[in-house]
């Protein structure tokens, strides 16, 4: 499979805090600068996981209402709004996935916790930017085959491990070697110095 | 453990991989607020949304931004003059100043979780119309087990090649708690295959599908048995209710 960085606008702290703040404060303006910045990306991620145009753009839109309506709960100081609404948006697919699938994993944690926008807190301040998908997409494509299947079968459709051992008849000890692996390698090359 | 073990225990919790005992163990760690847990969870959340960048880029139709902006109670912008954008605004001002205060704020908040509640009544009606196509592909087949006694567990399977199998179950026994249903593929040769785990209604009815590949031809049975929550790599019981294809 081939893939595309999505190309971002510049995606810097500053100007994400100060949309934060006008979304806290309920602007409308803000929300539609927040649909501009993000749409296509959370579109992208939803229509990645569930392949369906009319679903992903109902899951589109309950990833933006509910960023839009849980807003008092983040710290528009402190918080990092595009992780927070990729989050939003992969969780969302996700779940519309497993409810589609009937298949709920024992060991997946609840994702609507996993949104929670406390969480979202103290991030470095480059965290989205074109430099860092760059970088990320050359990691990712130094992987082995059988590595990247596994983080696209966990990212992308929300497998667990026993899940992803089953689809690719494997035994689930080699399943968790190429998934440690290669979020070990995704995350070195990660660490290397950013020049923003 | 190592540092490096605990960046990806954390990063395996941030994606929903983490399994048991480490599962317990990170949730104690976080649930205890440390600091250094606290910046380990942030650290694979922010890796996590960057895995976002790997998806192929989509272009959403221009009329879901419309969509989303005018279910939030969010215009869009118009051509107006500011001429023509002040008068309205004033005349708004004037008109609901005194009469609609309280009441408007009451009716906003209303409004936001009534529209909230649309987007998933909206994702449901996707879920159902989505079994709902599967039920009417010519492709999809209909297959029965079970007796037609009452109260006997009873079982429709419809198989499509192309789009799995959609189990509907009547009569289904009541549960003990920590135990599920778990629909199998049972090919010609080989062990059965798991096709989900599925728990029933009150009433005892269920309805479960599973998208996996499905090949008629390789395949001998649709079973259904009981298993401990979350499912079994094989049955460990006895499977009450088999489907022959």
């Known amino acids: ?196 | 453990m190592s540092d490096t073990n605990r960046d990806a225990l954390y990063e395996l919790y941030a994606l929903g991989l983490l399994e048991e005992p480490e599962l317990s163990e990170i949730e104690t760690e976080i649930r205890s607020g440390s600091p250094e847990s606290q910046r380990l969870l942030r650290q694979a959340m922010a890796n996590n949304a960057l895995l976002s960048t790997l998806a192929p880029v989509a272009e959403p139709p221009p009329r879901l931004r419309r969509r989303i902006l005018a279910a939030a109670g969010v215009e869009e912008k118009t051509g107006w003059t500011w001429l023509g954008a002040w008068g309205l605004a004033t005349a708004a001002l004037l008109a609901g100043f005194v009469y609609f205060g309280t009441e408007t704020t009451r009716l906003r908040k209303d409004t936001v979780g009534v529209r909230e509640e649309l987007a998933v009544t909206q994702t449901e009606l996707r879920r159902s119309q989505d079994t709902l196509a599967f039920l009417r592909d010519p492709g999809t087949t209909i297959l029965k087990s079970g007796t037609a006694e009452e109260r006997q567990p009873i079982a429709r399977v419809f198989v499509n090649p192309g789009q799995g199998v959609l189990l509907m179950a009547n009569n289904l026994p009541r549960l003990e708690p920590g135990k599920v249903f778990e629909m199998w593929l049972v090919p010609k040769t080989g062990g059965p295959i798991p096709a989900g785990t599925f728990a029933a209604d009150g009433s005892g009815s269920a309805l479960h599908r599973s998208t996996a590949g499905f090949d008629p031809a390789a395949t001998a049975a649709v079973a259904l048995s009981v298993e401990p929550e979350g499912g079994s790599p094989a049955p460990t019981t006895t499977p009450f209710l088999i489907t022959g294809i």
Request: proline share 3%; hydrophobic share 45%; net charge neutral.
């Open chain 1, 1 to 196: 499979m081939f893939f595309f960085p999505i190309l971002f606008a510049a995606l810097d702290s500053e100007s994400d805090r100060a949309l934060a703040a006008r979304l806290k404060a309920r602007e409308p303006e803000a929300l539609r600068e927040l649909y501009d910045k993000y749409g296509r990306l959370a579109y992208s991620v939803i229509f990645r996981v569930v392949r369906n145009a009319a679903a992903a753009e109902d899951l589109t839109q309950e990833t933006f209402l509910r960023v839009w309506n849980r807003m008092a709960g983040f710290d528009a100081e402190r918080g990092s709004i595009g992780p927070w609404v990729l989050t939003v948006a992969r969780n969302r697919a996700i779940d519309y996935l497993r409810s589609v699938d009937g298949r709920m994993s024992q060991n997946a944690i609840e994702l609507t916790g996993a949104e929670s926008p406390a969480l979202f807190v103290d991030m470095e301040s480059v965290i989205l930017n074109s430099q860092r998908a760059k970088l990320l997409k050359a990691a990712f494509h130094k992987l082995s085959e059988q590595q990247r299947t596994v983080i696209e079968l966990a990212y992308f459709e929300g497998l667990s491990q026993t899940e992803m051992a089953d689809r690719l008849s494997q035994p689930l000890g080699t399943v968790k070697t190429w998934v440690r692996t290669a979020l070990r390698l995704l995350r070195e090359e990660l660490e290397e110095p950013v020049t923003v």
